[in-house]
């Protein structure tokens, strides 16, 4: 009878070993590609440029030396040539302006306050609240026969007043006054309206509002307060235009 086989030693074993891969070695000429492709290299190219014709034209040139036609040529093309590299370097870089910091809005946060039955005033007030960057909301009604002043007819979101009935309206408005007259479709953007003179005409807003969007119905506007300077997108002025056109429809 043989004996039982015994199994392989796990020293005896035959070890698989894999060996890490290489990278691919990168083309030289890819690299150097890269490299003057890169919104640095083009900056720093043309500084140096910049730089060097000027240096030249400083301490190389002679004060009494007439410059010739050839070299005033190239110094010209010198210049362009850093001109557009400064310019390829800046329009490859990503830049993206500083996003302004939200704002604790003075005043009362309330519900929508509509004229009773209105549904569509108080369905509109609650869209631009909820969809769009907007933190307060009026609807304001163009000066009638014998009346020289706007009047706040509906708000929302954080007031001065809670009440629509106490908010004012200065009777000197140059702004609002383009909408007097109906036809003016064009709506008005005060990206930073703190740093306007034209804030002092949105009392019925909280004094320290950052943006406002006035948006004409056909009865009168519809004013937008935003917490954020420059928060209103070209989307959100299209979508809340076409919600105020549906408000009176």
């Not at 392989?8 to 890490?20: C, D, N, Q, T, Y």
């Not at 200065?170 to 702004?175: D, G, H, L």
């Not at 004094?207 to 056909?218: A, D, R, S, W």
Request: glycine share 6%.
């Amino acid at each position: 009878r043989l004996p039982p086989r015994r199994s392989a030693s796990p020293l005896r074993a035959k070890a698989e070993v894999r060996l890490p891969s290489r990278p691919a070695a990168t083309n030289p000429a890819d690299a150097l590609f890269k490299t003057l492709t890169n919104p640095v290299t083009s900056l720093s190219l043309g500084s140096l440029l910049v730089c060097g014709v000027l240096f030249n034209r400083l301490f190389l040139t002679p004060d009494e030396a007439i410059l010739s036609a050839f070299q005033s040529r190239s110094d010209i093309l010198a210049t362009m040539s850093a001109g557009g590299l400064i310019l390829a370097g800046l329009s490859a870089l990503d830049v993206t302006s500083v996003a302004s910091e939200r704002v604790e809005l003075r005043g009362t946060r309330s519900d929508p306050v509509v004229p009773s039955g209105n549904a569509r005033w108080e369905w509109t007030m609650r869209s631009v609240l909820d969809a769009t960057p907007a933190a307060s909301v009026a609807i304001l009604r163009r000066p009638g026969p014998g009346s020289e002043r706007w009047s706040v007819v509906g708000c929302g979101g954080v007031l001065p007043e809670a009440d629509a009935a106490a908010l004012r309206v200065p009777e000197s408005v140059p702004i609002l006054s383009k909408y007097a007259v109906p036809g003016n479709a064009k709506e008005s953007y005060l990206p930073t309206v703190q740093a306007l003179p034209g804030r002092v005409e949105f009392t019925y807003l909280p004094e320290n509002v950052q943006g406002v969007l006035v948006i004409p119905t056909q009865e009168g506007v519809i004013v937008l307060g935003s917490d954020v300077a420059k928060s209103f997108t070209p989307k959100d002025v299209v979508w809340c235009t076409l919600v105020a056109s549906w408000m009176d429809a």
